[in-house]
């Protein structure tokens, strides 16, 4: 079983004490969300770093935003950082693996959390939340945050892609991940410590992938679930989950074998062009030189 816990558990008062000297960053990818990520970063900073000093930093990952993302989000208070400019040595291009990928090397704490830029009922409790199992149950490693998502008709469950493909998926592969109640959630972190041992997939393959690594590499023990309540974001039209939902069947099926399913591969719709899907994935950050050069800690 994946040790489960409840946000309602935790509070900012008490997790500040419980870091006893450890340092905390928040990372919120963001690519053309300039209509909900001021709101986050406005409450992250008022509470967590301000109010109570719990996020010692807060960074916004822009990608190529084609609207005021970066500018919204630097008057509310994140540390800005364009995508492009980090790590650019290393293949290019969208994607929010790619991007979270970027944000353990360009943020400094111990612990790197990170929140989906479109969450429209956004709370402390999200980060709260997944702090508390990081930052007082022992060999948690790894926290992967859960809520129940209305859909417009008050429909409950997981996403789309979370019912159609990520759970019959783990059903059939990686059953000792199964008790998740949301594999696929934006709202996670974990310790630097373990984030630089794994490849991150460049695109939406990237929850998936962290899961089933993570798990077999540091063990099942190593994970926990928090319930965040209820969260709402933006629901994407059926024909943009197509790619989604290719990548992390990719994914997953490659953590297999290679051989099942190539890592790049046309998506072919009768009505529309192939779209090119890419299972590309980031090496482990403590392979990349630079990385080591700026997070060189003594390790064993
Ligand atoms: N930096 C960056 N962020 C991205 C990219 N793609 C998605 N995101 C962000 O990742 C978060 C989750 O993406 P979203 O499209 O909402 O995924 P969904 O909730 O699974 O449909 C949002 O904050 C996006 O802005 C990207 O290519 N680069
Ligand atoms: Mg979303």
């Known amino acids: ?55 010692d930093e807060l960074l916004v990952i822009d990608d190529h935003s084609s609207d005021d993302t970066a500018s919204v989000a630097t008057a509310a208070g994140a540390q800005v950082v364009s995508a492009a400019d980090v790590l650019t040595s290393y293949p290019n291009g969208p994607g929010k693996g790619r991007a979270l990928w970027k944000s353990v090397h360009a943020s400094t704490g111990d612990i790197v959390m990170w929140c989906d830029a479109d969450v429209t009922n956004f709370s402390t ?15 948690v490693s790894y926290a992967k945050g859960y809520y129940r998502r209305p859909l417009g008709t008050g429909g409950e469950g997981g996403g789309r892609v979370t019912e159609l493909v990520a759970r019959p998926l783990l059903s059939l592969l ?23 041992r794994v490849p991150f997939p460049v695109g939406y393959g990237v929850e998936i992938g962290l899961l089933i690594d993570l798990s ?12 965040l309540g209820v969260r709402r974001h933006r629901n994407r039209p059926l024909n943009q989950l ?31 062009d192939p779209l090119a899907v890419s299972a590309a994935e980031m090496p482990p950050l403590i392979d990349v030189p630079e990385y080591r050069e700026r997070h060189h800690r003594k390790r064993s």
Do not use: W
Request: aromatic share 6%; with cysteine; hydrophobic share 45%.
């Open 125 to 139: 409790a999200f980060v709260v939340g997944v702090l508390g199992p990081l930052l007082t149950a022992p060999d």
């Open 242 to 272: 197509g790619p989604q939902a290719m990548t992390i069947m990719q994914i997953a099926l490659r953590r297999r074998s290679v051989e099942i399913v190539p890592v790049e591969a046309d998506l072919i719709r009768p009505d529309t």
């Open 1 to 55: 079983m994946i040790r489960a816990f409840d946000h309602q558990d935790f509070n900012a008062a008490r997790l500040v004490e419980a870091k006893a000297g450890r340092t905390v960053s928040v990372c919120l990818p963001a690519h053309n969300e300039s209509s909900t990520v001021a709101a986050i970063v406005r409450i992250i900073r008022e509470q967590l770093v301000e109010r109570h000093a719990l996020v």
């Open 174 to 196: 990686y059953p000792e991940l199964t008790d998740l109640v949301q594999p696929l959630s934006g709202e996670y972190g974990g310790y630097r410590d373990v984030l630089e």
């Open 216 to 227: 077999r590499r540091f063990g099942i023990e190593s994970l926990a679930q928090v319930d």
